[in-house]
T-cell receptor
Framework: ETGVTQSPTHLIKTRGQQVTLRCSSQSGHNTVSWYQQALGQGPQFIFQYYREEENGRGNFPPRFSGLQFPNYSSELNVNALELDDSALYLCASSFKSGAAYGYTFGSGTRLTVV | QKEVEQNSGPLSVPEGAIASLNCTYSDRGSQSFFWYRQYSGKSPELIMF????GDKEDGRFTAQLNKASQYVSLLIRDSQPSDSATYLCAVKDTGGFKTIFGAGTRLFVKA
């Protein structure tokens, strides 16, 4: 059984640029959620994808967008980067059936916007 | 705005003691509750989930849930230095589409 993998692990971008982060779900998981974690804070929900459609979104602007592919892998795209977008971005996969299932997190992508 | 509140700590306990971590939540309709452990520089790791009132035990960990008081706790028995980490309380919201995390409680276990 493979875990959740994210790429890249670290990234430095300039304000105004665009970035794409990638995630491969754990085998058997069909739901992917993306979180942003600023230093010293808990993870903040960005959005969730199930069956290639967004089915839940947090308080993030439209410049945060995503995709889920038929193999359940996912991308997070952020346009017009701002300094406050600097954070750890976490991908979490889960099996949607059953409310008691928790997440398996990837190791995260550390994004620095300068 | 649905919220999950935790004492940020740090909570310091001696090795072998019981560590008690607490969490309150605002969404009365929530049904699923989780505790994650996050080591410094690492991603969160699920250690416990609970969805019925009462206690759930797994090894040295016990999760306690009181839906009437909207309160969740985690007890760690025989605390070890390797338990030193940030513990995140998480609650799945009524709609079931997202899990809301608290800011975490930093735990230090002194050898």
């Amino acid at each position: 059984e493979t875990g959740v993998t994210q790429s890249p692990t670290h990234l430095i971008k300039t304000r105004g640029q665009q970035v794409t982060l990638r995630c491969s779900s754990q085998s058997g998981h069909n739901t992917v959620s993306w979180y942003q974690q600023a230093l010293g804070q808990g993870p903040q929900f960005i959005f969730q994808y199930y069956r290639e459609e967004e089915n839940g979104r947090g308080n993030f602007p439209p410049r945060f967008s995503g995709l889920q592919f038929p193999n359940y892998s996912s991308e997070l795209n952020v346009n017009a980067l701002e300094l406050d977008d600097s954070a750890l971005y976490l991908c979490a996969s889960s099996f949607k059936s059953g409310a008691a299932y928790g997440y398996t997190f990837g190791s995260g992508t550390r994004l620095t916007v300068v | 705005q649905k919220e999950v509140e935790q004492n940020s700590g740090p909570l310091s306990v001696p090795e072998g003691a019981i560590a008690s971590l607490n969490c309150t939540y605002s969404d009365r309709g929530s049904q699923s509750f989780f505790w994650y452990r996050q080591y410094s520089g690492k991603s969160p790791e699920l250690i416990m989930f609970i969805y019925s009132n009462g206690d759930k035990e797994d090894g040295r960990f016990t999760a306690q849930l009181n839906k009437a008081s909207q309160y969740v706790s985690l007890l760690i028995r025989d605390s070890q230095p390797s338990d030193s980490a940030t513990y995140l309380c998480a609650v799945k919201d009524t709609g079931g589409f997202k899990t809301i995390f608290g800011a975490g409680t930093r735990l230090f276990v002194k050898a």
